[in-house]
């Protein structure tokens, strides 16, 4: 990934000299597409991105067909991008400067208020932005003065751990990628992150979510030991007090929950499917700590067996994974059904914080690329 992305990084480079792609890829768009794509303010989720290589491919073809020089006569209908003579870029939108975010096809740019182009780092929100030459937001490896920055998928940059798909990385406070770094990172509640043989683990916690994904290759093959006595004690005093509990799905190897995820793309698409069905290598299922009880419908959230674990289950060691409330923490719709196992004294430490595991630990869950 590293070796990709500097070859990218090099070719971006070299391309940005020749032409500001971007923004006359934007100014090569029929009227009619750059306004049905008009900017929106840029929300967390921004996100769609195409893949560099294909970006720049795009501009490239372009390039060819398009005079260099680009000052238009700025009309009152005016729309797309016009040059200053001191250099800078903005955008009009018949007639009236753009500021802020926009989006131009899939890619997003950096207004200021009085409408210019930015470039390069950009503070925003509690976040730093690289936008390249030619304006566009960039995502995923970063190489500026010959460090490496990664920036999600959203275009914030990025500290600590990351995974971009391939594999682990660490990132200073200031962003920089430090080389082979395998000591501890401090989470925003003050607990230690670890990564050991590909797994993340947060004060000795195995973490699985959308931002620490497992290795393909984790795969303790069912429940452990540990998480079936614990079920099973829990199992028994549901059943002193009459009910029934019982898994429906337990673990799942990385191949079966990209079978799973891939279905439920089909059936919903995948912005729908990631709302409650993991990527493959995200999924807790993999752990061998988490599992499914009775029903994986919403209509078990009011049932006796749903009120009796939100009430109990952190005495057996489990915690409700993914609560009512959390999505935007979790990364998760509520699922009442979906226990995660944490030993004893932690679940009950998790419960009584009234937290989810991810406040509770001072972490993210969201997928930092696309
Ligand atoms: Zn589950």
């Known amino acids: 990934m590293m070796r990709r992305s500097m070859a990218l990084a090099g070719l971006l480079g070299a391309v940005a000299v020749l032409l500001t792609a971007g923004i006359l890829a934007a100014w090569m768009w029929p009227e009619k597409n750059i306004s049905a794509q008009e900017s929106s303010m840029k929300q967390g989720s921004v996100s769609q991105g195409l893949e560099e290589s294909s970006r720049l491919e795009e501009s490239l073809q372009q390039a060819d067909s398009i005079p260099l020089k680009a000052e238009p006569d700025v009309a009152a209908d005016y729309s797309g991008w016009?040059?200053?003579?001191?250099?800078?870029?903005?955008?009009?939108?018949?007639?009236?400067?753009?500021?802020?975010?926009?989006?131009?096809?899939?890619?997003?740019?950096?207004?200021?208020?009085?409408?210019?182009?930015?470039?390069?780092?950009?503070?925003?929100?509690?976040?730093?932005?690289?936008m390249d030459n030619s304006g566009a937001m960039r995502t995923g490896w970063v190489n500026d003065s010959s460090k490496w920055y990664y920036m999600d998928c959203s275009g914030a940059m990025m500290k600590g751990f990351i995974h971009d798909g391939n594999g682990w990385y660490y990132l200073d406070a200031e962003g920089v990628w430090q080389e082979n770094y395998t000591d501890a990172e401090v989470t925003s509640s003050g607990r230690m992150i670890r990564i050991e043989n590909g797994v993340?683990?947060?004060?000795?916690?195995?973490?699985?979510?959308?931002?620490?994904?497992?290795?393909?290759?984790?795969?303790?093959?069912?429940?452990?030991?540990?998480?079936?006595?614990?079920?099973?004690?829990?199992?028994?005093?549901?059943?002193?007090?009459?009910?029934?509990?019982?898994?429906?799905?337990?673990?799942?190897?990385?191949?079966?929950?990209?079978?799973?995820?891939?279905?439920?793309?089909?059936?919903?698409?995948?912005?729908?499917?990631?709302?409650?069905?993991?990527?493959?290598?995200?999924?807790?299922?993999?752990?061998?700590?988490?599992?499914?009880?009775?029903?994986?419908?919403?209509?078990?959230?009011?049932?006796?067996?749903?009120?009796?674990?939100?009430?109990?289950?952190?005495?057996?060691?489990?915690?409700?994974?993914?609560p009512k409330g959390k999505e935007n923490v979790t990364g998760y719709q509520y699922e009442p059904w979906h226990l995660r196992y944490l030993g004893k004294e932690i679940a009950q430490a998790v419960y009584d914080s009234g937290l989810c595991l991810e406040e509770y630990l001072g972490i993210a869950s969201y997928y930092t690329n696309e």
Not at 94 to 109: D, M, N, P, R
Not at 248 to 254: K, N
């Open 82 to 130: 016009a040059q200053a003579e001191n250099g800078n870029w903005f955008y009009y939108r018949t007639g009236e400067k753009a500021t802020g975010w926009i989006q131009l096809g899939t890619v997003w740019y950096l207004l200021s208020d009085n409408g210019a182009m930015q470039t390069g780092w950009q503070w925003y929100a509690g976040n730093w932005y690289y």
């Open 200 to 322: 993340a683990y947060v004060d000795g916690i195995l973490i699985a979510n959308k931002k620490y994904p497992l290795p393909k290759d984790y795969a303790p093959g069912r429940l452990t030991d540990e998480v079936q006595a614990a079920l099973a004690e829990m199992q028994q005093a549901a059943a002193a007090d009459g009910l029934n509990l019982y898994v429906v799905s337990g673990y799942r190897s990385y191949e079966y929950q990209g079978q799973l995820y891939q279905n439920y793309v089909k059936r919903d698409g995948q912005a729908a499917a990631d709302r409650y069905s993991a990527r493959p290598g995200y999924s807790e299922h993999q752990t061998g700590l988490a599992f499914d009880l009775n029903s994986t419908s919403n209509s078990f959230a009011g049932t006796p067996e749903a009120k009796w674990l939100a009430a109990h289950a952190q005495e057996y060691g489990f915690i409700i994974r993914y």
